[in-house]
């Protein structure tokens, strides 16, 4: 597991990438982040959604009630333009600091 | 199988929000345990284990009631007077010194005159502007008018006569 410190400075990149493919719910995105990361970055209620409205007031996602065909109502959530225009220079920074860090001690990002 | 909605709400009772807001965060957080809640029943836990882990996504219902309501809340006022005010102010500020240009181009030119009989007027300290048009007057300085000096000046344009 990462250490909370450093999944804190992910938390947006990973929301943003995981919507990229498509509108989610909130529960449905925590499961994709942990599925992709292969269990390494997890989120709890208790992070994902304080930060979900964040984006959403920075307008980078955003949210609206659909009913599932089971009649379930959950808020899907949506990679907004000016969200997609904010995820290709954060990837740049992500592969910079990588690239940063790779230098310096050896991390790879692969 | 618990009420999410109910046990939510209890949680972020007193929520800074207003009512549909507090709605539709307790609809939503209470959604997502209860799919948590589904999954771990539905990968073979028992309901008492299912609803305890529901329950560890939040470990301080306190904590996450005052991210929420900071997260959720529209720009803080200050912010909105700002933005909606600083237009206003410059377009204030520019007219105030063109306003000021123009007075000093074009306005009445203050007259200084020494007090009859006073000090020598090119050592005064001028303590007062006086602008007038016609018949006023200016009247003798009294005592607290003084400079540093002790000289004691008038500084008017009058077009009538000093007494």
Redesign the interface.
């Known amino acids: 597991m990462i250490a909370s410190g450093i999944k804190r400075g992910t938390a947006e990149l990973a929301v943003l990438s995981v919507l990229e493919s498509g509108a989610l719910h909130g529960y449905e995105i925590a499961r994709r982040i942990e599925q992709r990361t292969k269990g390494s970055l997890r989120f709890t209620l208790a992070a994902l959604y304080p930060m979900l409205y964040r984006l959403e007031k920075q307008k980078w996602i955003r949210g609206e009630w659909e009913t599932s065909p089971a009649g379930r109502r959950r808020r899907c959530y949506r990679l907004t333009p000016a969200g997609k225009k904010r995820l290709a220079p954060l990837r740049g920074e992500w592969s910079e600091l990588f690239a940063a860090l790779h230098r310096l001690a050896g991390v790879s990002n692969a | 199988m618990p009420d999410w909605q109910k046990l939510v709400r209890q949680k972020l009772r007193g929520i800074a929000l207003d009512h549909d807001d507090v709605a539709?965060?307790v609809?939503?957080?209470a959604?997502?345990?209860e799919?948590?809640f589904q999954y771990s029943l539905a990968a073979g836990a028992t309901e008492q284990v299912a609803t305890s882990h529901a329950l560890?996504?939040?470990?301080?219902w306190h904590?996450?009631k005052s991210?929420?309501e900071?997260?959720?809340k529209?720009e803080l006022p200050v912010n909105k007077r700002v933005s909606q005010f600083w237009f206003p102010a410059v377009l204030t500020l520019l007219l105030t010194m063109v306003l000021l240009e123009v007075v000093q181009f074009y306005g009445p030119n203050p007259w200084v005159t020494p007090i009859p009989g006073g000090p020598n007027p090119l050592r005064m300290t001028p303590v007062a502007v006086v602008y007038g048009q016609q018949n006023c007057s200016c009247r003798r300085l009294r005592d607290g008018h003084f400079d540093e000096n002790g000289n004691q000046s008038v500084i008017g344009q009058c077009h009538g006569r000093i007494r």
């Open positions: 539709q965060v609809e939503e957080l959604a997502h345990l799919e948590d560890q996504h939040v470990r301080n904590d996450l991210k929420i900071s997260s959720r529209q």
